[in-house]
């Protein structure tokens, strides 16, 4: 998107660009993302069969979309909720770093063992509507439908103090 201002971000000439990765690190994660939608787990096939085209309630869920450095399973912009099944491949601490980080970015997390989306499926989709809900509650208390953090653009705080 052009801003007004005809100067490339100074992180142009490191290979970083607007976003904070280069073009080559974007490429590798939509083709990792690509891959991992064309080669689900049976539990993220299972799981997707029923988020998928709004089919929960309304809510429209995309299916392992790169954000920032991580592919998470499954994400609900909309109420920032971020679904995984677990599997064997998942290890603590690399979720750790990887939750953490997608916290900081505003979303929160639900993780499923793949055996509970086969025996408990109807527990796990209460689970996933009960946080659906309680984050549209949260956005409706006040009547509105909360806007996104902007970047600051003269240096000032989201409380409009001036941080320079």
Not at 27 to 56: F, V
Not at 62 to 78: E, K, L, M, N
Not at 95 to 123: M, P, Q, V, Y
């Amino acid at each position: 998107m052009y801003d007004g201002d005809p100067r490339p971000s100074p992180l142009v000439g490191e290979g970083l660009g607007r976003g904070g990765r280069s073009a080559a690190q974007r490429a590798s994660a939509l083709g990792r993302a690509k891959h991992m939608r064309s080669h689900p787990t049976d539990a993220e096939h299972r799981l997707w069969q029923i988020l998928r085209a709004k089919r929960l309630a309304g809510w429209k869920f995309r299916r392992q979309p790169p954000i920032g450095p991580y592919t998470p399973d499954f994400v609900c912009h909309a109420a920032k909720l971020i679904v995984e099944a677990d599997g064997g491949q998942h290890s603590e601490e690399k979720d750790g770093r990887r939750d953490a980080w997608l916290k900081s970015e505003g979303f929160r997390i639900l993780r499923f063992w793949n055996n509970d989306i086969f025996n408990n499926e109807e527990g796990v989709l209460t689970a996933i509507l009960s946080a659906l809900e309680a984050s549209d509650a949260a956005s409706s208390r006040d009547g509105r439908t909360p806007l996104p953090n902007p970047s600051p653009t003269r240096g000032e705080g989201p409380d409009g103090a001036s941080h320079a």
